[in-house]
C-alpha cells in the first residue's frame, strides 16, 4: 500500500484527503498530514485553531448499502474546509465524497450540521441501476446523473482516462460512455459542480 509521510511530524498518511501538497520555501512541494498542514495556516494569517478529530459515521444508501464516512478538516485563508469521504481503495477515496466549506468561525460542528443533510440527501437517490440481463450500468428514469470526476487508481500515468464515481460507485469513462449511448440524438445540458457546491 502506497503511503505518504509528513515531513514535519513523519506521520505516515495512506489517504489523500489526510494530507495536502504544500509549496515550501525553496519552490518545492512537500507533503505535509492536515494537522501539521492546519497549523502552519493558523500560524501564518495569525489565528488560535483547534483541532478536533470527527469519528466516522456510517449511513445507508438507497438500496440499504451501509457506507462508512471519514472526516477532514482544512485550515484556509478562506475559510475551513469539512470532507466527507469513503475508503473504498487501499484507503483511497473511490466512493461518496463531499465537502463544505464556512468561515473559521463558524467551527467544525457548525459546518457538519449543514453538510450531514446533504449527505443523506445525496444518499436517498438512485441515478443508475445494474442491469441484470445485460450485465450494465444504466441510468434510471429520471435521466439526470449526478457524480463526480476522479483519476483511475489503477492508471499508471497521468495521461489516463479519468472516472466518474456516480452512487459511490467508480465507473470507467468509456464504460459511462456506453450508457449515454440510449441518448443519442438528444440535446443535453452539461452542469460542472464544485464539491463545495449545494446541488438540488
Same mark, same amino acid.
Given at each position: 500500500?502506497?503511503?505518504?509521510?509528513?515531513?514535519r511530524?513523519a506521520?505516515?498518511v495512506y489517504?489523500?484527503?489526510d &494530507?495536502?501538497? @504544500?509549496?515550501?520555501?525553496?519552490?518545492k512541494y512537500i507533503?505535509?498530514c492536515?494537522?501539521?498542514?492546519?497549523?502552519?495556516?493558523?500560524? @501564518?494569517?495569525g489565528?488560535? &485553531?483547534?483541532e478536533?478529530?470527527?469519528?466516522?459515521?456510517?449511513? /445507508?444508501? @438507497?438500496?440499504?448499502?451501509?457506507?462508512?464516512?471519514?472526516?477532514?478538516?482544512r485550515?484556509?485563508?478562506v475559510?475551513?474546509?469539512?470532507?466527507?469521504?469513503? +475508503? /473504498?481503495?487501499?484507503n483511497r477515496?473511490?466512493?461518496?465524497?463531499?465537502?463544505?466549506?464556512?468561515?473559521?468561525e463558524?467551527?467544525?460542528?457548525s459546518?457538519?450540521?449543514?453538510?450531514?443533510?446533504?449527505?443523506? =440527501? @445525496?444518499?436517498?437517490? =438512485?441515478?443508475?441501476?445494474?442491469?441484470?440481463g445485460?450485465h +450494465?450500468?444504466?441510468?434510471?428514469?429520471?435521466?439526470?446523473?449526478? #457524480?463526480?470526476?476522479?483519476d483511475?487508481?489503477?492508471?499508471?500515468d497521468?495521461?489516463s482516462?479519468?472516472m466518474?464515481?456516480?452512487? #459511490? +460507485?467508480?465507473?470507467?469513462?468509456?464504460?459511462?460512455?456506453q450508457?449515454? +449511448?440510449?441518448?443519442e440524438?438528444?440535446?443535453? =445540458?452539461?452542469q460542472?459542480f464544485?464539491?463545495?457546491?449545494?446541488?438540488d
Amino acid at each position: 500500500m502506497a503511503t505518504d509521510k509528513c515531513v514535519r511530524c513523519a506521520r505516515e498518511v495512506y489517504n489523500y484527503n489526510d &494530507f495536502i501538497m @504544500a509549496l515550501s520555501e525553496n519552490g518545492k512541494y512537500i507533503p505535509l498530514c492536515l494537522r501539521c498542514y492546519n497549523k502552519e495556516v493558523s500560524e @501564518a494569517i495569525g489565528i488560535e &485553531f483547534d483541532e478536533i478529530d470527527l469519528q466516522p459515521i456510517l449511513l /445507508q444508501d @438507497a438500496d440499504g448499502i451501509d457506507h462508512t464516512f471519514h472526516f477532514s478538516v482544512r485550515l484556509m485563508e478562506v475559510g475551513l474546509v469539512l470532507g466527507a469521504y469513503e +475508503k /473504498q481503495y487501499e484507503n483511497r477515496s473511490q466512493g461518496y465524497e463531499f465537502s463544505i466549506i464556512g468561515d473559521v468561525e463558524d467551527g467544525v460542528f457548525s459546518l457538519f450540521s449543514r453538510l450531514y443533510p446533504r449527505m443523506c =440527501k @445525496a444518499l436517498s437517490r =438512485k441515478h443508475i441501476y445494474h442491469d441484470e440481463g445485460t450485465h +450494465k450500468w444504466e441510468i434510471t428514469e429520471s435521466d439526470v446523473v449526478r #457524480g463526480q470526476i476522479t483519476d483511475d487508481p489503477d492508471a499508471e500515468d497521468w495521461d489516463s482516462d479519468p472516472m466518474i464515481v456516480v452512487d #459511490g +460507485k467508480a465507473i470507467a469513462l468509456r464504460e459511462f460512455g456506453q450508457m449515454l +449511448k440510449a441518448y443519442e440524438g438528444f440535446n443535453f =445540458k452539461l452542469q460542472i459542480f464544485d464539491q463545495t457546491d449545494e446541488i438540488d
